[in-house]
């Protein structure tokens, strides 16, 4: 991998022979864990300018250039966050000559209080090629990080590392996109009867000028059919068209709760493990062909062009003296180039087997295709692959190996028909009938179910204190609870419509297996699994904890104090917030200097709110709500195993606690200046 300095360029044919699709990662990492901020990316004529508004891909419009670029969304790292680009470059309109890839922040938030601001870039197979790492962002709410531009018909890459102090629309604005600041009237005028309006109205401010780096001279060009300046604009709006599903069915016709609705996609006929992978890949698959949006969601990570998907299965490929079967095959195709990749699917919790990837990775690269993709319950975690896969180095064509969970592949769907919508109705019911599969006991596919051999021995040796540090057990439990975490941010974030992310508080730059180990070593010592995620729109970080040693199971969140009102207005606020919490919430008053005041369950505060004041006259700064439940004992997802009885606590904290406060972190604004 080459690192790149600030204003550094280099081709990516020199350093890959995959680079006709890639993607590119944007990263950061925050002291307090909540540091967020939005990618944006312009594609650019040989002008400097956007052709048209629709060049312009951000949170309201996350694909453009006819889905040559797609924003993939953010994935969780070890220190922090990272918003990932997929780029078909071969499938860039022949207009665009420069492609800018930018961020932006909101609310006064500025880049220079975020650390680790990286960038990396990497190929089809999934090998990394370069990495720019800014040293001072500044006191900036606007960041270009890089371009990709042509240069003699091939692609190169240039580190900028530039501020905007104007925001987004500052940078949208200079680059020629027509932004709309008066949101109010977009709201009305593009939303129709059902339709969904996004959360977040636009882009803010007026533009500071920057004058842009030379960019490379065109290469000679097919003409277009106009001049850019007489297409005409569409400005960026904030309402949504597409189709979503209600949440709640409509009334059913059936005469009694005997009759069952016809599904596409029936379960009963399933009886072993075998029918179970077999028809999970097919319906997959087929729903991934036929619904492009869904399609394109779950391969633009894995180095996919945007182009023709067909899926198929039991395909019969020669492998030495016998032929092998992967369980499917998905094609696409793009201006006549192929991208293949080989499916081999688990289910029921069943694992991957080694000899089976490898042999359909040997496959893949004595074919050219260009990945194989894993499929099942078990969830990757970064720097500890499911399977390990030997690489023939002889070989110069390279095969890259990616991991889906089912968990996540509910999620894709449950996002697109419930909140983010797709093209057409009969697509949203396609992608339900997936949905309603998926969930069913009977198929399989049901995401992370086990805690893993080591989590019984694991409990006794916390129990009797006969668990040392070092012992490779606990690091097993402490990768398993990563996994369920994960899981439980895809499932709570598909509910809500909602970033739902881990958050990791680990020193930066750490290496996850040393991170691992050293929570291992926390868990022979003190018996605690302990985690936090981040739900975006509410007003704190919801914290889990597991107390092997009592057996109790802890969800928390802490909630700042309202800068208005008397000290016992305040108090007397939070509890009627909280009127329909349950009556067993534990209630902390935290004090300035990290301390704990007075505390008490929400039934025995009800009528006596002030005994929440501090004693000592000590200033209040915020709330910590807790709910406590015993945790289950088996290592399944059973009724009364301890992944079913997490899922209960964060369900039940959520709907009882988190989602009744009123507290709201700011809706963004279009026009007018930053939030």
Known sequence: MQKMTKGANVGLAE???????VVMSLGWSSPTGQGDADVSVLLLDGNGKVGSDTDFCFYNNPVAGDGSVQLLGKTPTADGDEDR???DLDAVPARVEQIVVAASRYGGARFGDLDDLHLTLADGAGDSLVQFSVEDAGEVSAFIFGELYRRGGAWKFRAVGQGYASGLAGLATDFGVDIDDDAGGEEQAGAGPGAEVDREAGPESIPAQRTPEPAPAPAAEPAVEGPAEAKPRTRPRTARKKVTLPRSAKKSLAENESWRTARLFPLSALRNDRERETRATSVLLSVMAQVPEFGRRLTAGFGAPAGRMETFTEVSLPHGDSPRRPDGVIRVERAGKLWTALVETKTNGNALKPDQVQAYTDIAARRGYEAVITLSNDVALEGSPLVEVRTDGRRKHKVALWHLSWAEVAHQAQMLIRHEGVGTAAH???LQELLHYLQHE?????????????????RKGIDDETLCQGDPRATEVIENWERLVRQVCLR???ELGQKVLPVQRAKRGSDPRARRADLADQLCAHGRLHAEIRIEGTPGILAMAADLRTGKLRTSI???????GYPLSKVKRLIRQLEAAPADLHIETLVEGDG???RGTLERLRPEPGDLLPRDGAEMTGFRLSLFKGMGNGRGSAETGFIRSVDDAVDRFHAGVVAPLELRVPARRSGGGER
């Open 85 to 87: 680009i997929s780029f």
């Open 15 to 21: 350093l890959s022979e995959n680079a006709g699709s």
């Open 442 to 458: 009977h198929s399989g596919c049901h995401g992370f179910q086990n805690m893993g051999a080591s989590w019984v021995p694991v």
């Open 492 to 494: 709570l974030g598909g």
């Open 558 to 564: 802490e909630v700042p104090v309202s800068e208005q």
């Open 596 to 598: 704990v005041g007075p």
């Open 428 to 430: 949203a019911w396609l």
